[in-house]
């Protein structure tokens, strides 16, 4: 295919975003898209590139005392008869408008025009976002590659609206289980109730006060809830055993063997069975780096409530957070949608920093 990103379309993060939606990219599909970046960048003398399945990454090699990473997931979700890209007014709709091919051409357009930013830059576009973590382009090359990443603060372009958002929160599931004693329903009292005894664990959950807390002034408003619940034989069966399925979203002052000792001594009496966790991020705003982004932004940040993968830099241990134009609240929706002043706004932002 010709490329589509062309020098004109290059020099306008608008355009550039409205190119990138249309070059059609669903998770495992990303090859596309990766050979029209990996050219463009190719083409640009500043830049060392490397490639690794469909994820690309670009480096300046100035030699500046501290390096930051501009990282962007080239894969979209399924599209949904929302393609090509429409603009409507200051609207931009389509798959991928959001989450985040806006924040993706903001870095792209940076690493095409900024020879000499104030720290080294690695761009890092990645594959397969969306799905799986074991196709995960960040988390591959973070196994295979690692001194790719290696940065002292990165910055995900993941939608949030053009404020930034820190750190992240864990997330773990748990089952907890009840058991009884099975018997025919007829003479249920030689039985005991499993289903019944999950009342006492509905009852924990329901009187269960969620923390708030707050790190480097941004507040992690945690939650504990059940999300399913199985138990049950057949219809003439006292059943013996009840499992609860619980997921808690917890503040990054929590790792994952504190929550799980907090869920195990919550629901002390009970069996626990830890199903999966991701741990959260702290905000790492305390970073030279960071600290300037911030500035650059200039309005406070918030605390990020879902996970993201700046939780894979912080397991790698360099501070990141959350920075993008796209609106987080119609990320994989059908009416997907970037708002255009955003998007100018958000270029304008990481062109300050970047030039201090
Ligand atoms: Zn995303």
């Not at 059609?24 to 490397?50: F, G, T």
């Not at 289903?195 to 006492?200: D, T, W, Y």
């Not at 009852?203 to 049950?232: F, H, K, M, P, W």
Request: with cysteine; net charge negative; charged share 20%.
């Amino acid at each position: 295919m010709t490329n589509p990103l062309t020098p004109a379309v290059l020099s306008d993060p608008v355009e550039l975003t409205r190119v990138l939606v249309d070059i059609e990219s669903v998770s495992l599909h990303e090859k596309d898209i990766a050979d029209c970046v990996e050219q463009v960048l190719r083409a640009v003398p500043h830049l060392r590139v490397e490639r690794l399945g469909n994820t690309v990454m670009a480096r300046t090699e100035l030699g500046r005392a501290q390096r930051v990473v501009l990282a962007g997931h080239l894969d979209t979700v399924p599209i949904a008869d929302n393609l090509p890209a429409r603009v409507d007014g200051e609207i931009m709709y389509g798959c991928g408008t959001s989450d985040m091919k806006s924040g993706v051409a903001l870095a792209l357009q940076l690493a095409v025009s900024l020879p000499e930013p104030r720290y080294d830059v690695t761009y890092f576009f990645y594959e397969a976002e969306e799905i799986d973590s074991a196709y995960n382009g960040l988390n591959l090359v973070s196994k295979s590659h690692p001194e790719w990443l290696a940065a002292d603060f990165a910055v995900l372009l993941e939608p949030t609206h053009g404020v930034v958002e820190a750190g992240c929160q864990g997330t773990m599931r748990v089952h907890v289980s009840t058991t009884g004693k099975r018997a025919h329903s007829a003479r249920s009292w030689r039985g005991v109730n499993a289903i019944h005894a999950a009342s006492g664990v509905l009852d924990r959950l329901a009187a269960y006060e969620a923390r708030q807390v707050t790190i480097d002034s941004c507040a992690y408003r945690e939650g504990l809830n059940a999300v399913r619940i199985n138990g049950g034989i057949a219809g003439n069966v006292i059943p013996d055993r009840c499992e609860i399925e619980i997921n808690y979203r917890f503040a990054p002052d929590r790792d994952v063997a504190e929550a799980e000792a907090h869920l195990r001594e919550l629901f002390d009496g009970y069996e626990v069975t830890l199903i999966d966790a991701a741990p959260g991020a702290l905000p790492g705003l305390g970073a030279a780096p960071a600290q300037e982004f911030v500035a650059a932004v200039g309005s406070a940040p918030i605390g990020k409530l879902g996970w993201t993968d700046v939780s894979r830099f912080a397991a790698m241990g360099i501070p990141a957070l959350n920075f993008g134009p796209g609106d987080p609240n119609v990320a994989h929706a059908v009416d997907e949608r970037v708002e255009i002043p955003l998007i100018r706004e958000g270029a304008a932002t990481l062109h300050r920093w970047l030039v201090g």
